[in-house]
């Protein structure tokens, strides 16, 4: 179990990640592309993904191993700006804390000396290497599915965030997935070791991750600014489920079109139907087309359900431009970009 300890102000300083990191989705979705759970969530993402690398891993492997400890310098705090700034924030980690935690993961496993030694000397070369197949596999098995995490992301952020507008942060650590239990002053959750982390007045920054599953992760170094990754609740694939498909073509008349723009930044279905006009049955099932089209994702918060845009929905809304492009199908986009370099692996806090 992991006990979370929260001092006097840790409650005012919790917070809720912008977005999804684009580090700790690449790493979380690297241990999800090697194991068979969840087959229904992740199964046509791995076999595009795992398609698309051609069993070009074997770096990655080294650092992340399938289970257990994996470095925490993988997942620096400048990842929620993009992968480029998380890849320089990697390669800029000093050479004694790459040694450190090197040393760390080869204590939990037999770590192949002779292609992580030149890591562990803070090499540029190798840094370089690392970073090279962190992005190759990022392009291959992340990118391409981002629209598909923002969504899910932002309807986690969308529950979360009601629950701090009606209760405080209380409320808002009381929301979060079961095996996240709120008994103040102390968050519980299940974990694969018995750990203690003392926030000290630091706060905790709070990140949904689309990648992440069954149980939480965070830093192992207990010095680091306090992080805890968790799972949002899943609805659908993203591989086959990213393409609207015909359902899109349903989307025609007035009263969908100003149901899609009632969502604004988040509802729940009686407040649709408040906004749009229309009785509480018709807003449902309006709720329902514009989900099976890949216009809105739904979160159920409480007894309540919580119904939030997705890309293609704000692209539509805003004249559909790029709305085509930032939905495109993950094979269709995959043809342009790069082959990935490097082998699976899995990171420094312990993951889910």
Wanted: charged share 25%.
């Amino acid at each position: 179990m992991l006990r979370v300890h929260f001092s006097d102000g840790d409650l005012s300083k919790v917070r809720l990640a912008a977005r999804p990191d684009a580090l700790w989705e690449t790493i979380l979705s690297f241990h999800r592309i090697r194991d068979r759970r969840g087959a229904q969530v992740f199964g046509e993402w791995r076999k595009e993904s795992r398609t698309r690398l051609k069993g070009e891993t074997r770096l990655l492997a080294a650092v992340v191993p399938t289970r257990g400890y994996f470095p925490d310098f993988l997942t620096p705090r400048e990842g929620l700006n993009g992968m480029e700034t998380g890849l320089e924030a990697i390669r800029a980690t000093a050479p004694e804390r790459l040694r450190g935690e090197l040393a760390l993961l080869a204590t939990d496993r037999t770590a192949p000396p002779d292609r992580l030694a030149p890591l562990a000397e803070g090499r540029s070369s190798a840094v370089g290497r690392l970073n090279g197949a962190l992005r190759g596999y990022h392009r291959a098995a992340v990118e391409p599915y981002w629209p598909h995490i923002q969504a899910h992301v932002e309807a986690d952020r969308a529950a979360r965030g009601r629950a701090l507008l009606d209760g405080g942060a209380d409320e808002l650590l009381a929301s979060l997935p079961p095996m996240l239990r709120w008994r103040p002053p102390v968050l519980e959750a299940d974990y694969p070791v018995d750990r203690d982390l003392h926030l000290d007045g630091r706060g905790l920054l709070l990140q949904p991750s689309f990648f992440c599953r069954g149980t939480p992760v965070v830093y192992r170094d207990p010095r680091l600014a306090p992080v805890l990754v968790y799972p949002v609740t899943h609805t659908g694939s993203p591989g086959a489920d990213t393409d609207p498909g015909p359902s899109l073509a349903r989307l025609v008349g007035a009263t969908r079109s100003a149901v899609l723009g009632a969502i604004g930044s988040g509802c729940t279905t009686s407040e649709l139907a408040c906004r749009s006009g229309v009785s509480l049955a018709s807003a449902s099932q309006h709720a329902c087309v514009l989900r099976e089209a890949g216009l809105l994702v739904t979160l159920r918060h409480g007894n309540a359900v919580l119904h939030s845009l997705t890309p293609l929905g704000a692209a539509l809304l805003r004249g559909g431009a790029t709305a085509e492009g930032s939905w495109a199908k993950p094979r269709e986009r995959a043809r342009t970009t790069p082959r990935a370099a490097g082998r699976y692996a899995r990171n420094g806090p312990v993951t889910s």
